[in-house]
């Protein structure tokens, strides 16, 4: 991705940048995912957290408990509802951004599956990408 990544809401209330690169981009299969997107899987890519700002606008936050106890907070646009990222209490070194919310997505590619035991039946994970069952340990 070209850098600065930047991104934002669907009514342009909330932007945000990243100055780095991202270290990992997924495909999550999780049954939050799914219920939080109302889709059966959601790409996101992960950077570090000192290297991401929301520029500008109004953000609420849901929190959740993860699988392994964790609190993850998920940061949506208070205006229009627009999902942007997340971070969890267990790695807050690092912010989960949301792909759709990329100003250009074109240059997104997710190089991992997770939580394909809660996948849809209907997905055939590519098998050219890194495919686990639950999320793996870093």
């Excluded at 219920?35 to 936050?61: C, H, Q, R, W």
């Excluded at 990329?102 to 890194?130: G, H, M, Q, T």
Aim: proline share 6%; charged share 15%; with cysteine.
């Amino acid at each position: 991705m070209q850098l600065p990544i930047k991104g934002g809401c669907l009514c342009g209330e909330v932007s945000y940048q990243c100055s780095t690169a991202p270290i990992w981009s997924v495909n999550c299969h999780c049954r939050a995912c799914q219920m939080l997107s109302g889709a059966p899987y959601v790409s996101a890519f992960s950077v570090p957290a000192e290297a991401f700002t929301v520029n500008s606008g109004d953000t609420i936050k849901f929190f959740r408990e993860s699988d392994n106890g964790n609190k993850v907070s998920t940061t949506y646009c208070a205006k229009c509802g627009t999902r942007l990222f997340a971070q969890s209490e267990g790695n807050q070194a690092l912010v989960n951004i949301f792909a759709p919310t990329l100003e250009d997505a074109a240059n997104f590619v997710p190089i991992s599956n997770v939580y394909l035991s809660a996948a849809a039946c209907w997905i055939e994970p590519d098998e050219k990408r890194f495919n686990f069952e639950k999320m793996p340990e870093f």
